[in-house]
């Protein structure tokens, strides 16, 4: 070795100065010319559209198919076995699914996993990932294509049916879900997949070396644990993380078992390989305990309270020196939505919205809207009367009637809750409730729509998320218009949706200002629920969860673990650099 120093422990010779040592970096010219690297195929004119919603109008195909697959699931009881590998499995642990509105009937009956249940699954899905991770990209993109066209024709009615009776929804409200929103998760994310294949990072010179990149699955398995509210949300946290490689595990809901497992038997018809999509009701400590042991863990893919998801963010960093990776958490744990009105806005527009968005699926929407800020001008001369007219024609009842404009709340834990905040508004001397507040379980869990007007800005009313059609008003003078926008984001500790209503320009783009860090979607003059997939992704920020956006190309890159990978076609053997004359009698 040669030292550029003053010491005696220089070296009186350079290395490789001698010819024969320089023939050895005469290395003959058989550059590579051709990638060896096996890049995914996707369609260039892949064509990215939502399904449309279907009218449902009196004789149509659609009313009679659906009329006819209401009729089947209310006269039998569906039996659900766990699913693991592809094989049926049951337990002694018994459950039933009942209809919300009707709660003395059931429609499914199903089996509680256990703990050595879930490992098996866990076994599964880790040796089923060699072979998956390993399919190509257009196989995996025509398996969910075949499944949205199955869910958009031969399953259709059924996948609304069951939406309807086991989670109480009205006929609107189960089509815009399970016969809509879960067919756009399954096609557009196909058309995310293709479109993360088109891109490939940029090479400077193509013939000297080329970059690639690879979108490979997670480390692991990935755990999806998913809401009763959306059949859709059920179908998006179990698949997605699927379609770009990974295996799960899915507890799907017990208030929403019939939905969900009519999803996994679709993608089971579409060609889905066994073990891919582990199909595991459980009690939800249980499998949430067993899923964070296990040093295999990927990914927690989640959509439910805020409690919840903040147990399963301890276990995993409990035992995070276990695992294999780091696992990828991500969550959506509600919201505390916002109407803002300011004094320009149009009357009608706020009512129709506001209703809507309140008390649409009774309330038990992430982004349903649960504070109204109303001047005080506009809410004396016009929108308290509409507000509390229109509200109190709507009807409640058994969605399968179809003049029904909201069903039963869950459950009875549902109910419960609910009707405690109601008796909060009601001995509250702050509050005022201007209609409904009175609920019953005796045939179903039915809670009235109701309005409630408090004088306290930071009343708790304001500040938890009751899941409920119970919609609060704060009344502003529009001297402290400023203020009150300020107590928007000041109030909760959510920032999931929120609306605006105005025609003023100016306090638009100052009130878009203010409130940008309010929400993680924003809307103008419109509601703040009905975020449609492609369209509006979805996810807040705060503790309404880690904002990954559900309905992008970017919840699917959350759900891999690139590769990255530079080839390079020319021979290189060169040591120095051209400043080093230290090099000048070693490179050639």
């Not at 609107?172 to 067919?183: F, Y």
Request: charged share 20%.
């Amino acid at each position: 070795m040669y030292f550029k120093s003053r010491t005696a422990l220089c070296f009186p010779t350079r290395l490789f100065t001698s010819s024969a040592a320089k023939n050895k970096l005469n290395i003959k010219n058989q550059s590579q010319t051709k990638s060896i690297v096996d890049l995914p195929q996707f369609d260039p004119n892949f064509e990215m559209k939502n399904e449309p919603i279907l009218k449902y109008n009196s004789g149509s195909e659609e009313l009679n198919k659906l009329q006819e697959a209401l009729k089947t699931y209310q006269s039998q009881i569906a039996e659900i076995p766990i699913i693991i590998g592809g094989k049926e499995f049951s337990s002694k642990i018994e459950r039933f699914q009942i209809i919300p509105h009707r709660h003395h009937q059931c429609v499914a009956k199903y089996y509680e996993a256990d703990e050595n249940l879930i490992n098996k699954a866990i076994r599964s899905a880790v040796e089923a990932k060699i072979k998956w991770s390993k399919t190509d990209v257009t196989t995996r993109i025509d398996i969910w294509l075949k499944a949205a066209e199955l869910m958009s024709n031969k399953y259709k009615a059924q996948l609304v049916a069951a939406t309807m009776l086991g989670q109480s929804k009205t006929l609107q409200q189960a089509e815009i879900d399970a016969g809509v929103e879960l067919i756009d998760f399954m096609r557009i994310n196909a058309g995310f997949l293709n479109d993360l294949c088109k891109y490939q990072p940029f090479s400077g010179n193509p013939n000297v070396s080329k970059n690639h990149m690879l979108w490979r699955p997670l480390d692991g398995f990935v755990a999806a644990i998913s809401p009763f509210n959306f059949t859709a949300i059920g179908g998006n946290l179990a698949y997605t993380p699927a379609l770009i490689g990974n295996t799960v595990l899915w507890k799907p809901p017990p208030s929403a078992m019939l939905s969900s497992w009519l999803i996994s038997k679709i993608m089971q018809e579409a060609g889905l390989p066994d073990g891919v999509v582990n199909f595991i009701p459980a009690n939800g400590p249980v499998f949430g305990n067993t899923i964070t042991y296990s040093s295999n863990l990927g990914g927690i893919n989640f959509t439910g309270s805020l409690s919840t998801f903040r147990k399963l963010w301890k276990l995993v960093s409990k035992h995070l020196e276990f695992y294999k990776s780091f696992p990828r958490l991500s969550g959506e744990c509600g919201g505390k939505n916002y109407h803002f009105v300011h004094a320009s806005a149009d009357v009608a527009t706020v009512v129709a919205c506001t209703i809507r968005s309140a008390f649409e699926y009774s309330g038990q929407k992430c982004s349903a809207c649960s504070r109204l800020y109303v001047p005080q001008s506009l809410w004396e001369s016009e929108i308290k009367d509409q507000l509390c007219t229109q509200t109190g024609y709507l009807l409640m009842g058994d969605v399968c009637d179809v003049e029904t404009f909201l069903g039963a709340v869950i459950d009875d834990q549902a109910f419960l809750r609910i009707a405690k905040y109601l008796d909060m508004a009601k001995t509250n001397p702050q509050c005022d409730v201007l209609i409904g507040g009175r609920c019953t379980n005796l045939r179903g869990y039915f809670v009235e729509p109701t309005i409630v007007v408090c004088r306290d800005p930071y009343d708790i009313l304001f500040k938890e998320e009751i899941f409920g059609p119970l919609l609060t008003v704060y009344v502003y003078k529009e001297s402290e218009l400023m203020n009150t926008l300020d107590l928007v984001g000041t109030t909760t500790k959510y920032a999931l949706t929120g609306s605006i209503f105005a025609k003023d320009e100016e306090f638009l783009k100052e009130a878009l200002n203010r409130l940008q860090t309010t929400a993680g979607n924003l809307y103008i003059n419109d509601k703040s629920s009905g975020a449609v997939v492609g369209q509006q992704p979805f996810g807040g920020s705060r503790l309404s969860g880690t904002n990954d956006k559900p309905g992008s190309p970017y919840f699917l890159m959350r759900w891999s673990s690139p590769l990255t990978i530079k080839e390079t076609f020319e021979p290189q053997s060169k040591i120095y650099y051209s400043y080093m004359r230290i090099g000048e009698n070693c490179d050639n």
